[in-house]
């Protein structure tokens, strides 16, 4: 590491300055800054006495934070920042807004799933999930065994039609 970037330990702190702070007459840009500054603050009795940055930058799987180096804390600051432009405003509510459609989606599917599997037996359910582990894993093997247990559904008469409707979700 070369000299210009000293690193913050535990004990120091690293001047949180955004990269831009001539930027900082505008009003959301400050407030998201003053926001992550508070955030920041070092207090022993909060995560282990480790800033937020610390642990955003720890790898996965190391126990503790190493620390941090200025320009660390200089460009989070600068991101931070830049989330009060109107382009980081925007970038936000778009991310947001996805969110929102996929829980939206997630939430429907689990009520159908729901409404399914309180018409099949547990042995029914036991071997849907059985046969889409051996297609899938994860949410694309939860998917698997929904749309299985719909099939299986459908050969009981009387099921509402919206419990076998399937949920199409976007690949990962």
């Given amino acids: 590491m070369n ?11 690293a001047e949180k300055d955004s990269l831009q702070m001539k930027r900082l007459t ?3 840009e400050r407030l998201y800054l003053e926001h992550w500054r508070r955030a920041n603050k070092r ?4 995560n282990s006495g ?9 790898p996965c799987g190391q126990r503790y934070p190493d620390g941090v180096s200025q320009r660390d804390a200089n460009v989070a600051a600068s991101v931070v920042q830049w989330f009060g432009t109107n ?18 989606v997630r939430s429907t599917w689990h009520r159908a799933t729901f409404k399914v599997e309180e018409l099949l037996s547990d042995e029914d359910n036991e071997l849907a999930a059985l046969i889409a582990s051996r297609f899938a ?7 698997l065994a929904s749309q299985i247990r719909a ?7 009387g099921v509402p039609r919206e419990a ?3 949920i199409e979700f976007p690949e990962d």
């Fill in 3 to 13: 000299g210009q970037q000293e690193l913050w330990g535990k004990g120091l702190e």
């Fill in 26 to 28: 505008s009003d959301a």
């Fill in 43 to 46: 207090h022993p009795a909060i």
């Fill in 50 to 58: 480790y800033t937020t940055l610390e642990w955003i930058l720890c």
């Fill in 87 to 104: 382009c980081g405003g925007c970038f936000i509510r778009q991310v947001e807004a996805e969110i929102d459609k996929l829980r939206a």
């Fill in 137 to 143: 894993t994860g949410m694309q093997a939860r998917e």
């Fill in 151 to 157: 099939a299986m559904a459908r050969r009981i008469r």
């Fill in 164 to 166: 076998l409707r399937v």
